[in-house]
């Protein structure tokens, strides 16, 4: 900084209250310059952070509306699967198989807990599901979450929709939806308890019908 004739502040500010000024206004113009570019850096970070959180977000988005690429992925997910699966029972392909005997031999697999953790153990298991957008931390129980139906095993069916649906991050409409069910199964099982409650009222009925038609003097063998 110069004042209009040229000279510099800090030379001015020297001469007139001496050098401790002159030192105390160059520490402060240093401070001020570093802070300065500090702030500058730090909203360049900002927004490039940004930018490329909103560059993977637009890409998810992609792979989870290409239906051809889900497919294409459970497909090699499968044959990687059947694989392990042929390889365990030592048999080998001598000659290439297309996509279409993979998947029609895989309907009649049933994949138990043991066979499912040889799986998961594979890098292109991880590979695969890292690239249909399943996180890391909800493959470590996999197995419970895609057994639906408490069986014990799991069938191609049952893997295919539950890895759809742990595709990417959870969702409002996965909550609505969760709470929607709830709602409906609340709803079922009250209506199952009242049409329970409705049989064995007509069931005491009908005893009570019977008894008094066979004891109508109100007595029995019990009785006596």
């Given at each position: 900084c110069t004042d209009s004739l040229g000279r510099p502040i800090m030379y001015l500010a020297a001469e007139r209250y001496g050098w401790v000024y002159g030192v105390m206004y160059?520490?402060?113009?240093v401070l001020m310059q570093f802070g300065l570019f500090n702030v500058i850096?730090?909203?360049?970070?900002?927004?490039?952070?940004?930018?490329?959180?909103t560059n993977d977000q637009l890409r998810q988005r992609e792979r989870l509306a290409n239906e051809a690429f889900f497919l294409q992925k459970m497909t090699d997910l499968i044959e990687m699967i059947m694989n392990?699966?042929?390889?365990?029972?030592?048999?080998?392909?001598?000659?290439?198989?297309?996509k279409e005997e993979i998947?029609?031999?895989?309907?009649?697999?049933?994949?138990?807990?043991?066979?499912?953790?040889?799986?998961?153990?594979?890098?292109?298991?991880?590979?695969?599901?890292?690239?249909?957008?399943?996180?890391?931390?909800?493959?470590?129980?996999?197995f419970r979450t895609l057994d639906v139906d408490g069986s014990g095993t799991l069938d191609v069916e049952e893997l295919?929709?539950?890895?759809?649906?742990l595709r990417?991050?959870?969702r409002r409409s996965d909550?609505?939806?969760?709470?929607?069910?709830?709602?409906?199964?609340?709803?079922e099982f009250k209506e199952f308890c009242q049409a329970t409650l409705a049989t064995l009222h007509e069931h005491g009925q009908a005893l009570i019908a019977v008894q008094s038609a066979l004891f109508p003097d109100g007595t029995?063998?019990?009785g006596d």
């Open positions: 160059c520490i402060l113009q850096v730090a909203l360049f970070v900002e927004n490039v952070i940004a930018g490329a959180k392990i699966h042929n390889a365990n029972l030592g048999i080998s392909d001598k000659e290439p198989r297309t998947l029609e031999q895989a309907v009649n697999l049933e994949i138990t807990p043991d066979f499912f953790e040889q799986v998961r153990s594979s890098p292109d298991f991880n590979g695969i599901l890292a690239d249909l957008d399943v996180a890391d931390e909800d493959s470590f129980n996999l295919f929709e539950g890895i759809a649906r990417g991050d959870a909550i609505v939806s969760i709470r929607l069910h709830m709602e409906m199964m609340n709803a029995s063998d019990h």
